[in-house]
């Protein structure tokens, strides 16, 4: 698990194809690794890979065919910077929200204009996602830990301040740049949670019918 706060910005160092996975080697600049050992898990850009060789400068992370069609990771080029966050221990600040590293979805930037002082970014969310995107929510993008300001059907409004820019890659951002999205972890609980015995049937889903039938929707006649 993770909190969406940023620790250091990194680079990809080097990447190997292996038939249709990957491995990938991750400079983790000012990040401390004093404490990471093999078999840790860091994010990077809001993926949670494991280190499987730490080189000193960095570390070594197999990435899965999976891991390469869910999310942007194998987009990446050399040089490319990264965010990156090591595993949350029962010490740490939880300043962000609860993230699990497991990326729902890839978004894209539709918009940036300068807001004061912030910068504010209007995103799209593949169709699939926006049912779980509250305005005043929270959303992971690309492993940072962000405040939903409003909503629009599958697109979404974010407020970035100085000091996120500075500490994550979200000042390269600009239209179509398109990053990982990892939506609230409870909000998807919720749903299986209302879905109920329904949650075994794989053809099931939650609709405005399903909740207006148990009772959280007022009956339109």
């Known amino acids: 698990m993770f909190t969406g706060i940023i620790e250091a910005t990194g680079s990809v160092a080097e990447r190997q194809r292996r038939g249709e996975d990957m491995r990938l080697r991750i400079h983790t600049g000012k990040l401390d690794l004093a404490d990471v050992k093999l078999g840790d898990s860091i994010a990077v850009n809001g993926v949670c890979l494991t280190a499987v060789e730490l080189p000193g400068d960095g570390f070594w992370a197999d990435v899965s065919h999976e891991t390469l069609k869910r999310t942007g990771i ?11 966050e090591k595993a949350l221990t029962p010490e740490t600040r ?3 929200h609860l993230v699990s590293g497991h990326v729902d979805g890839i978004g894209e930037v539709i918009s940036r204009e300068t807001c004061g002082r912030a910068e504010r970014f209007r995103l799209r969310a593949p169709g699939e996602l926006a049912k779980y995107i509250a305005e005043k929510g929270s959303i992971c993008v690309d492993g940072t830990s962000l405040t939903v300001n409003a909503v629009s059907g599958a ?14 890659i979200m000042d390269g951002y600009g239209a179509g740049t398109r990053v990982n999205l990892e939506v609230d972890i409870i909000a998807r609980y919720l749903e299986r ?14 609709s405005e ?3 207006a039938e148990h009772g959280f929707l007022g009956r339109q006649e």
Do not use: R, Y
């Not at 194998?74 to 990156?84: A, E, R, S």
């Not at 407020?159 to 500490?167: A, F, S």
């Open 74 to 84: 194998g987009k990446l080029q050399d040089g490319d910077p990264v965010n990156l």
């Open 94 to 96: 939880l300043g962000g």
């Open 155 to 168: 697109e979404f409004e974010l407020t970035i301040v100085p000091h996120t820019l500075q500490e994550t």
């Open 193 to 206: 949670l209302l879905l109920g015995e329904a949650a075994a049937d794989s053809a099931s889903g939650l």
């Open 209 to 211: 019918e399903f909740l």
